[in-house]
């Protein structure tokens, strides 16, 4: 194949990968930014989210599209109410210490890992896309759902964005963010802000999911490599910064995709772990992330 | 580290000595309850016990249920015709978590706490190379249903031996005159980037080289891929034949990105069932290897000429025509592989009997008893077809299936022969010492 084909095929993976990073990724810095607490279970939500999808999917009949709708309203929504119930039972009562909550988020890891190969099992179960149109360039054929997860993703986290920037529950979260204790001396319930972030940080990962799955599949153990990277992203883009957060994720799904078209996957991964490496000795605080306090 | 609220802390959580005490007694407890002095009497009448390490976790979990599924059939088979030597087998079952590390803590486990007579059951081919170390130093015979050449290459022990299942070097030469005669002569390969993968990389150019045919190109993909079409501009344009050996979950969108990038204007396509057992052929992405070609140990659809025995194994293990567990047409078997359970356990019964086996003391014994084998006659203990066992090796031979997917099913449309697949030794076990 031609250079130039080639790297547009590279580039347009490298998007793809980048849409649903940035999601993912999101998630995670919200609830660090916010809460400080590194939950080490976000890669477990977003297997929640396509495990349910699939669930939700194959429980409405009909055309293909009708169940995925259901399933990218309904399956964030089941996975923020887990995410709710577990922020009640286990975070609030650790206080949210981050020592502790590291632990206890290796804890729910687990826990919901297993709990998915009991109930769910241990195929990989594919959840049919809403439209399967194949755009046809001149090189090779290209999904046309893949493209429109690269528009969906843009769209949540304008969403997203303005959320947080443009609205009163922003502001809140934001201030939460900047300090808690002045906040909660000023009126606002620190502790409900708290779980609704979670919440929210696991249905931004459980969207991200139900978006992928029907170009990968549901499966239990699905959820360890996008907890790596969204580290990755987090760490590079600096902790609890959304433009942060958004640019490493389309630095690295651009480079993953192309470097490994080129080169090698293996090498994709070396050049992106160096990255970390490099901002944690230069930038501690990531590429758009304030120095702590 | 800051413990400002104290919770590694133990005088502030409330733990006293007694409680962490009692904590310990009933943790110890739960550890030595199960599969312990549960068997008192004489020796002559205590179960043969099996220590069956399975894939009930981690990327193999889909193999691991049905393994266990064909071996419970297996050993309800044998206990109803009377045992072994007289004798009940009983199986233990541990979870290896499809990890090699884990997978020798567990033959080590079998050894020393369960004492099992025999190991048995693997099939990822990592975990059978990282744990038959453990099952020799423990001279502990260990048997795999794995299919790897990692056996038969005699770079592992004389405990381990794979009389169930074909290994892959053979299955490759017995097929590549087919690829060659039917399929097309210029080969690209594409194959998971670990043991398993690298048997087809090492014996299919040679075996597609004697028929005329060559590989012209060799894709690795790391086993933990999700996403395959930016490997597909390296499949050289004037490829004739996609010979494609996936394993693990993503499996699915590597056949969906396969059918976006060429759409119907594709080269052939040959495969492992491997990327496909436990899946459902119909599943949706999947139309795209409609008329394409899977190797298959044991076909998963009944086929019109299938043997009474074949019928009754299908039966036995709980599978209809179409290969899934009956009652639930989701759930699809492994049956291309876990034929080999049954063939192995039987192939078990008849060494030990051969042996005169009395307990552990007699496993040199089933050693030898074992490598004195020499052919296996198709039948209810063998149901997938005739074999040939060579002890040199530790090595089964048996005969292979092409299926066409037509009609979304899939159909055998050519059988190898025993002959077809026999190589000449690499090395020879039996010189090793007991």
Redesign the interface.
């Known amino acids: ?1 031609a250079f130039g ?2 790297l547009l ?2 580039a347009l ?1 490298g998007l ?2 980048a849409a649903v990073l940035a999601l993912t990724a999101l998630g995670l810095s919200l609830v660090f930014g916010v809460m400080r607490v590194v939950n080490v279970a976000h890669g477990e939500f977003f297997m929640l989210g396509a495990v349910l999808a699939w669930a939700i999917s194959t429980a409405i009949s009909g055309h ?1 599209a009708l169940g995925f709708l259901a399933a990218l309203v309904l399956a964030p929504l089941i996975v923020g109410l887990i995410a709710l119930v577990a922020e009640r039972l286990v975070l609030r009562r ?2 949210y ?1 981050p ?2 909550t590291i632990v206890a988020t290796i804890g729910m890891l687990y826990i919901i890992q ?1 709990l998915a ?1 009991t109930f769910y ?4 179960r ?1 959840v ?2 809403p439209f399967s149109y ?1 755009i ?1 360039l001149p090189w ?4 046309g759902y893949k493209l429109s997860i690269i528009a969906a993703s843009a769209l949540l986290l304008v969403a997203t964005w303005f959320v947080l920037t443009r609205t009163k529950i922003g502001l809140v979260m934001r201030a939460t963010q900047y300090d808690s204790e002045t906040a909660q001396a000023f009126g606002i319930p620190v502790d409900r802000v708290y779980a609704g972030v979670f919440a929210l940080g696991a249905m931004l990962a459980a969207v991200a999911a139900v978006l992928i799955v029907p ?3 549901a ?1 239990y ?2 959820g360890q ?1 996008p907890l790596l990277l969204s580290f990755i992203v987090v760490i590079i883009g600096g902790l609890g910064s959304l433009r942060g957060t958004v640019v490493a994720a389309v630095l690295i799904g651009l480079s993953d ?1 192309i470097i ?2 080129f080169f090698s ?2 090498l994709a991964k070396i050049i992106a772990t160096l990255l970390v490496a490099m901002v944690l000795v230069f930038r501690p605080q990531g590429l758009f992330g304030t120095a702590s306090r | ?5 104290g ?2 802390d133990l005088s502030r959580t409330g733990l006293t000595r007694r409680t962490a005490l009692k904590g310990l007694a009933a943790g110890a407890g739960l550890a030595v309850a199960p599969g312990f002095v549960r068997y008192s009497q004489a020796q002559s009448s205590a179960p043969i016990k099996i220590g069956f390490q399975s894939h009930r ?3 193999g ?2 193999y ?2 049905w393994y266990e599924r064909t071996t419970a059939a297996a050993v309800k088979a044998i206990n109803d015709a009377g045992g072994i030597n007289g004798r009940p087998v009983e199986v233990i079952i541990e979870d290896d978590g499809t990890d090699p590390g884990r997978g020798a803590e567990v033959v080590g486990k079998f050894a020393t706490q369960h004492k099992t007579d025999i190991v048995y059951g693997t099939l990822f081919s990592h975990v059978v190379i990282g744990s038959a170390p453990a099952a020799g130093e423990a001279k502990m015979p260990y048997f795999v249903v794995s299919e790897g050449h990692h056996v038969a290459s005699t770079k592992l022990n004389r405990y381990v031996f794979q009389p169930g299942i074909t290994d892959v070097k053979s299955q490759i030469q017995a097929m590549a005159p087919w690829i060659a005669a039917n399929a097309g002569k210029k080969v690209t390969q594409i194959f998971p980037d670990f043991a398993f993968g690298y048997d087809h990389r090492d014996y299919l150019p040679p075996a597609l080289k004697a028929q005329g045919a060559e590989v012209i190109a060799q894709i690795a993909i ?1 086993p ?4 395959f ?5 390296q499949i050289p ?1 004037e490829t004739e034949v996609i010979y494609h050996v996936m394993v693990g ?5 590597f056949v ?2 396969l059918g ?4 119907s204007n594709r080269p052939q396509l040959f495969g492992f069932i491997d990327s496909l057992e ?2 459902d052929i119909n ?3 999947l139309e795209f290897l409609d008329g394409s070609h899977f190797w298959e140990g044991s076909p998963r659809y009944a086929q019109p000429d299938d043997s009474a025995a074949q019928k009754a194994y299908r039966a036995a293990v709980g599978i209809d025509d179409n290969g899934a567990a009956v009652g639930d047409p989701k759930d699809v078997s492994t049956a291309a592989h876990m034929f080999g359970c049954w063939e192995t356990l039987y192939v078990v019964k008849k060494a030990m009997e051969d042996a005169g086996y009395k307990g552990p003391e007699d496993r040199a014994k089933l050693v030898e008893a074992t490598e004195a084998l020499t052919e296996f006659a198709e039948g209810p203990e063998h149901p997938q077809g005739p074999k040939t066992f060579n002890g040199k090796i530790h090595q089964c031979f048996g005969i292979q299936n092409i299926s066409k997917v037509e009609g979304g099913r899939l159909n055998v449309v050519h059988k190898t022969k025993i002959e077809d697949g026999l190589y000449e030794p690499e090395g020879d076990y039996t010189t090793q010492a007991l």
């Open positions: 194949m084909p080639h095929l590279a993976e793809v990968t293909a650790l206080n210490n020592e502790a297993q190969l099992g241990p195929e990989a594919p049919e896309p194949r046809l090779f054929g290209y999904s170009i990968s599949q499966h153990l699905m490599d995709g490994s078209v996957p293996t | 580290m800051t413990d400002k609220n919770f590694f976790t981690g990327i979990a889909a691991g249920r790391p933990t891929e999700s996403s079409t930016k490997y597909f501009p344009a979950p993503a499996v699915l969108t969906k990105e976006e990038f060429y759409g436990a899946t599943s949706p992405g």
